[in-house]
T-cell receptor, first 115, second 112 residues
């Protein structure tokens, strides 16, 4: 099992360009998440999808859109990149079983620089 | 709302020293509590978890006990190694939702 995969690993954009970050998981999890990690600020939730067909805003959704393409895939789109979106982006997935909130499984991250 | 507070770093220790990283939380109901570890250039991975009061999570020599009376989940290890150098995140998942709240992270440096 590959777990959670993310592409690309690194990306440099110019201000105003658009791009889509791809994420896929092979663990049959219902829930998927996008976070950004900035120095000294921990992880901040951008968007999440509790189950296939649903998406909801997290703590910092402005400037981003998401698509839950199917149960496996959850993409994050930057329509018009800004320098403030320079960050490391992590995708994660999780499942809930018997009322217990299970841990999240993280991808390796995408390091994005916006010039 | 739910929140997690963990001690600021960096924490610098010599090999074989005792480690404590404090974590306290605010949540309604009975959240699940987690410690994640992030090695340089990688994503977070679960270190240990506890899902109810008085549970002790343990893994790789690390331990943490879910203390509801003090709303704490402190991470401990009796003898750290250089390979334990990483960033450690305390986290909780509250009742009624799938979202997880992460602390700001504590960076640990272990010197040989």
């Amino acid at each position: 099992n590959a777990g959670v995969t993310q592409t690309p690993k690194f990306q440099v954009l110019k201000t105003g360009q658009s791009m889509t970050l791809q994420c896929a998981q092979d663990m049959n999890h219902n829930s998927m998440y996008w976070y950004r990690q900035d120095p000294g600020m921990g992880l901040r939730l951008i968007y999440y999808s509790a189950s296939e067909g649903t998406t909801d805003k997290g703590e910092v959704p402005n400037g981003y859109n998401v698509s839950r393409l199917n149960k496996r895939e959850f993409s994050l789109r930057l329509e018009s990149a800004a320098p403030s979106q320079t960050s490391v982006y992590f995708c994660a997935s999780s499942e809930r079983t018997s009322g217990t909130y299970n841990e999240q499984f993280f991808g390796p991250g995408t390091r994005l620089t916006v010039l | 709302g739910n929140s997690v507070t963990q001690m600021e770093g960096p924490v610098t220790l010599s090999e074989e020293a005792f480690l404590t990283i404090n974590c306290t939380y605010t949540a309604t109901g009975y959240p699940s509590l987690f410690w994640y570890v992030q090695y340089p250039g990688e994503g977070l991975q679960l270190l240990l978890k506890a899902t109810k009061a008085d549970d002790k999570g343990s893994n790789k020599g690390f331990e943490a006990t879910y203390r509801k009376e003090t709303t704490s989940f402190h991470l401990e290890k009796g003898s750290v190694q250089v390979s334990d150098s990483a960033v450690y995140f305390c986290a909780l998942t509250g009742t009624g939702g799938f979202k997880t709240i992460f602390g700001a992270g504590t960076r640990l440096f272990v010197k040989a």
